[in-house]
C-alpha cells in the first residue's frame, strides 16, 4: 500500500516541484523550444529536417523502457534527476555552432543540432519514467485535477515570459553567438532544475504485480475497453496538436516571412494561450470533471486551424492582417491543443488504478511519442513532397491543415463515447459554463476551500446561499459536517437554496435529521420534504412525536409534502394534542398542504376553544383557504381585515356584489337573462347571494347563507366541502371569527364566479 504523505509534507513537496517546474519551463524555452526551429532554420534546414526536429521532442517517449530497467536498481527519484541533469548538459555542443559557421560548416552545425536534441530528449525519456508516480503522488485529494492542472500553469506562465524574453534579445536578424548565449543560459537552468528534484519525496510505486515488457503493456491495455478507446483518441490528438503547433512556427517564416523575434514574440501569445487554458480549466476541473473540458478544447484547437484554410492570398503582404492573424493563430492553437493534451493525462490518471501507474504511464507516453513523432516527420515529408510536385508554399499548408481537420472531426466523434468518470454531461457542462450563475458558485467554493477563517467561512455559506448551484452540492455537504453550529447552519441553508439534491446530499440529510436533535434536524427535515425525498417517509414519521418540536414539527409539514396521506390522522391527533402553539401552527400549515377536505372540521375545532390565539385564527384560516383552493385572492382580504377590523362587513359585501356583477355581465346583462328559462334557477341563486352575505354579517344569521350553499350544483363542488361550510356558517360559536366568516363568503363568491364561467361557455 502506498504511503501517503502527511499535509505538512505534502505542501513542502509541492512547493518544491512548483520550483523545479518553473526552471525546467524556463530551461526548455532555451533550449529545444522555438529558439531552437529558428535556429535551425538560420541555417538554411529544409521542411524535412524540421519535421526530424519536431519529431526528436517525442523520441524521449521510446526511452521510457529503459527508466524502468533502471528503475528496479535505482530510486526512480534519482533517476529523474540525473537524466535532467545530463539532458541539459547535452546541449552543450551547440555552444560552438558559431564557430563551424564561421567556418563554413554550417552542415556541421545542423548536425550538431540534430545530435544534441536527440541526446537531450533521450535522457529526458529515461527520466520521465518517474513523471507520473511523483505526480499522481503530489496530486493527491479532492484538488486532483485542479493542482495538476497548476503544473500546466506554472509551466505555461514560464514559457511565456521566457518566449517574451528571448524574442526580446533575438530581435529582427540576431547574430550567432546570441543563440549560443540563450542556449547557455538554458544549460544552467536545466542543471539546476535536475539538483532540485532529487529534493523531492520518493513516491511509493506498487510492487504486488510482476513487471510486465512493453509487449505485455499493449496488451493489458487493449484487453480493457475503456483504455483502448482511450489510447486511440490520445494517437490522434497527439499527431494533430504536434503537427498543428509546431508547423504554425514554420507557417510564419515559409509564407508570411516573419523574422525571428517576431516569431518568437507570437510564441510569447502562444504562451499566453496556454496559461489561460490553464486557467480555466484549473478553475472547471475539479467541478464539471475531465471530459466535457477535453472535448471543449479540441473543439477550441479545430476552430484554430479553420482560418488558416481560409485566409486569402491577397492579404499575405498586409502586415497589420498578418501580425493580428498569426497573434491569434499562436494563441488559439496553443489555448486548444495544449489544454486537450494536459486534461488528457488528468483523465488517464483517473482511468487507470494504482497499481498500474508505473507500466499504463510508460504506454501512455509511448503512444504519445509514437504519434507525435510519427506525425511531425511525416507532415515534413508532406510538404516537401507537395513543394516538389510543384504546389506553393501557401497552397501546401492550406491541404496538410485540411486533413488536420478531418481527424480532429473524427477525434470528436470518438471522444463522445469516453467514460464520463463523474465528469458533468457535455451539454450541463456547457451550462455552467456560460453561467454567471455557476461561475460565482464555483469561484466562492474555491475561496470556501482556502479560507481558515470561520468568520469568512460563515460569509462564504451565506453568499452560496445566494448563488444557488448545484455544484456547490458537494463542499456544502462537507460544511455540514463542521464542529461548529453557525457553519452547518449556514452550510444546511445554501443547501436549502438548491432547486435539487443528490443521493448523497438526501443520505447526509437523513444522517443529520437522526443524530442532531435540537440542532440542524429541523432544517434537514424541512430540505428532505421540500425536495421530495420519500425514502424518508420513515423516518419523519417516527420524528413527528420528537420533543424536539421544531423537528417534530418541519417531519410533519415535510410529511404533508410528501403526501403520506396514510398519516395524515395521526398528525391530526398530535395537533389536537399538543400545547405547542409553535407545533400547533406547523401541524396546521400541514393540513393546508395536504389539501384534503377532512381537515376542515379539525381545523373548524381549533376555532371553537375558548379564545384562541390571534396567529393562530390566522394560520387556521389561511390552512382552510389553502385546502378550499381560494388562498391567493384571499389572502388580500386578510391583510386589509387585519389592518382595520371594522371592514369586515365592507369585505364581505364588496365581495359578494362583485360576484353577483361579474354574474350578470358575463352573462349579457339582467335583461337579457330573463329571457333565457334555462338560466332561471341560476339567476335567482345568483341574486340571493348578497342578501345571505348581508344577514350573515350584520345579523349573524347564517341560514340564508347555509341554504344558498347547499342550494349548488351536485357537481359543482366537493360535497364534503359543501356540508362542512354549510354547518359552519350555523354555528354561532364561530360566528364571533370574523376572518373565518370572509373566508366562506369569499369561497361562495368564487363558487358563484366559476358556475358563471361554466354557464357562459
Given at each position: ?40 532554420m ?35 527519484i ?17 555552444l ?6 564561421s ?100 513516491p ?52 508570411f ?59 499575405v ?14 494563441f ?47 507532415a ?14 501557401f ?28 465528469s ?8 455552467v ?23 469568512e ?50 443520505k ?9 436533535p ?28 420528537s ?71 390566522d ?36 365581495d ?22 334555462a ?7 345568483a ?10 354579517m ?54 358563484l ?9
Open positions: 500500500m502506498a504511503t501517503v504523505l502527511s499535509p505538512y509534507r505534502l505542501g513542502k513537496a509541492r512547493d518544491l516541484y512548483n520550483l523545479f517546474n518553473v526552471f525546467n519551463s524556463f530551461s526548455w524555452q532555451f533550449l529545444v523550444g522555438t529558439i531552437i526551429i529558428l535556429l535551425a538560420r541555417l538554411n534546414a529544409s521542411s524535412t529536417v524540421i519535421g526530424l526536429l519536431n519529431a526528436l521532442v517525442y523520441v524521449s517517449f521510446f526511452f521510457l523502457p529503459m527508466g524502468k530497467l533502471l528503475a528496479k536498481k535505482c530510486s526512480i534519482k533517476i529523474y534527476g540525473v537524466a535532467w541533469i545530463i539532458r541539459a548538459i547535452a546541449m552543450s555542443p551547440l560552438l555552432i558559431p564557430f563551424f559557421v567556418q563554413g560548416r554550417g552542415d556541421t552545425a545542423l548536425g550538431l543540432i540534430l545530435l544534441g536534441v536527440f541526446i537531450f530528449h533521450a535522457s529526458r525519456g529515461v527520466g520521465m519514467i518517474a513523471n507520473n508516480p511523483v505526480l499522481d503522488e503530489l496530486a493527491t485529494g479532492p484538488d486532483r485535477g485542479s493542482y495538476m492542472t497548476q503544473i500546466q500553469i506554472i509551466n505555461s506562465a514560464v514559457a511565456m515570459f521566457s518566449s517574451f524574453a528571448i524574442a526580446l534579445i533575438l530581435g529582427r536578424n540576431p547574430p550567432l553567438f546570441l543563440y549560443a548565449l540563450l542556449i547557455a543560459v538554458g544549460i544552467a537552468g536545466g542543471v539546476f532544475s535536475g539538483v532540485l528534484v532529487l529534493k523531492i519525496p520518493k511509493e510505486i506498487e510492487t504486488g504485480e510482476k513487471s510486465i515488457g512493453l509487449a505485455g503493456i499493449f496488451r493489458k491495455a487493449l484487453s480493457n475497453p475503456p483504455l483502448r478507446h482511450f489510447i486511440i483518441i490520445l494517437v490522434l490528438v497527439a499527431l494533430v496538436s504536434g503537427v498543428a503547433r509546431a508547423f504554425v512556427t514554420v507557417y510564419s517564416r515559409e509564407v516571412n516573419q523574422g525571428d523575434g517576431m516569431v518568437s514574440l507570437y510564441s510569447v501569445f502562444g504562451g499566453m494561450g496556454n496559461l489561460m487554458i490553464g486557467l480555466l480549466i484549473k478553475f472547471l476541473v475539479d467541478r464539471i470533471g475531465v471530459k466535457p473540458i477535453y472535448i471543449v478544447c479540441t473543439i477550441l484547437g479545430l476552430v484554430g486551424m479553420i482560418p488558416i484554410v481560409f485566409f486569402p492570398a491577397a492579404a503582404d498586409n502586415t497589420t492582417t498578418v501580425v493580428l492573424y498569426l497573434t491569434f493563430l499562436f488559439i492553437l496553443n489555448f486548444g491543443f495544449l489544454g486537450a493534451e494536459g486534461i488528457a493525462q488528468t483523465y488517464f490518471l483517473a482511468l487507470i488504478p494504482q497499481e498500474l501507474m508505473l507500466d499504463m504511464g510508460i504506454l501512455y507516453f509511448f503512444v504519445f511519442g509514437v504519434a507525435g513523432a510519427g506525425g511531425s516527420f511525416l515534413g515529408l508532406f510538404l516537401d513532397a507537395f513543394a516538389g510536385l510543384g504546389f506553393s508554399v497552397v501546401s499548408y492550406k491541404i496538410l491543415y485540411i486533413v488536420l481537420i478531418g481527424i480532429t472531426v473524427a477525434v470528436l466523434v470518438l471522444q463522445r463515447k469516453l467514460i464520463p468518470l463523474g458533468l454531461p457535455f451539454r450541463g457542462a456547457l451550462e459554463m456560460f453561467s454567471y450563475r455557476d461561475l460565482k458558485a464555483i469561484s466562492i467554493l474555491d475561496r470556501l476551500n482556502k479560507t481558515r477563517d470561520t468568520d467561512e460563515e460569509a462564504l455559506l451565506g453568499a452560496l446561499h445566494d448563488t444557488p448551484s448545484k455544484l456547490a452540492i458537494k463542499g456544502l455537504l462537507e460544511r455540514a459536517k463542521s464542529p461548529r453550529l453557525v457553519v452547518r447552519l449556514e452550510a444546511l441553508r445554501a443547501m436549502e437554496a438548491l432547486e435539487t439534491l443528490n443521493e448523497d446530499a438526501e447526509a440529510l437523513i444522517a443529520d435529521m437522526i443524530n442532531n435540537y440542532t440542524t434536524a429541523y432544517i434537514s427535515a424541512r430540505i428532505l420534504g421540500k425536495n421530495h425525498f420519500s425514502s424518508a417517509i420513515p423516518i419523519l414519521r417516527e420524528l413527528a412525536g420533543d424536539d418540536y421544531m423537528l417534530a414539527g418541519e417531519a410533519i409539514i415535510a410529511l404533508a409534502r410528501l403526501d403520506d396521506r396514510a398519516f395524515l390522522p395521526q398528525i391530526e391527533k398530535i395537533i389536537v394534542k399538543t400545547k405547542n402553539p409553535r407545533l400547533k401552527i406547523m401541524g396546521v400549515e400541514a393540513f393546508g398542504i395536504y389539501r384534503s377536505p377532512e381537515s376542515l372540521s379539525v381545523l373548524l375545532d381549533m376555532l371553537r376553544v375558548d379564545n384562541p390565539p390571534p396567529y393562530l385564527r394560520e387556521v384560516v389561511l390552512s382552510m383557504a389553502n385546502i378550499l383552493d381560494v388562498q391567493n385572492l384571499f389572502y388580500r382580504i386578510l391583510v386589509r381585515f387585519r389592518e382595520n377590523e371594522n371592514l369586515a362587513v365592507t369585505l364581505a359585501m364588496d359578494a356584489e362583485a360576484a353577483v356583477e361579474f354574474y350578470s355581465s358575463s352573462l349579457g346583462g339582467w335583461k337579457s337573462i330573463r329571457k333565457k328559462p338560466l332561471a334557477e341560476s339567476s335567482k341563486q341574486k340571493s347571494l348578497s342578501p345571505a352575505v348581508a344577514a350573515y350584520k345579523e349573524s344569521n347564517g341560514s340564508p347563507l347555509s341554504r344558498w350553499i347547499l342550494e349548488l350544483p351536485e357537481d359543482h363542488c366537493d360535497p364534503m366541502v359543501q356540508l362542512i361550510l354549510s354547518e359552519a356558517v350555523l354555528d354561532d360559536d364561530l360566528n364571533s371569527h370574523n376572518r373565518l366568516r370572509l373566508l366562506i363568503i369569499h369561497w361562495a363568491t368564487r363558487e364566479r366559476i358556475l358563471t364561467n361554466r354557464l357562459k361557455g
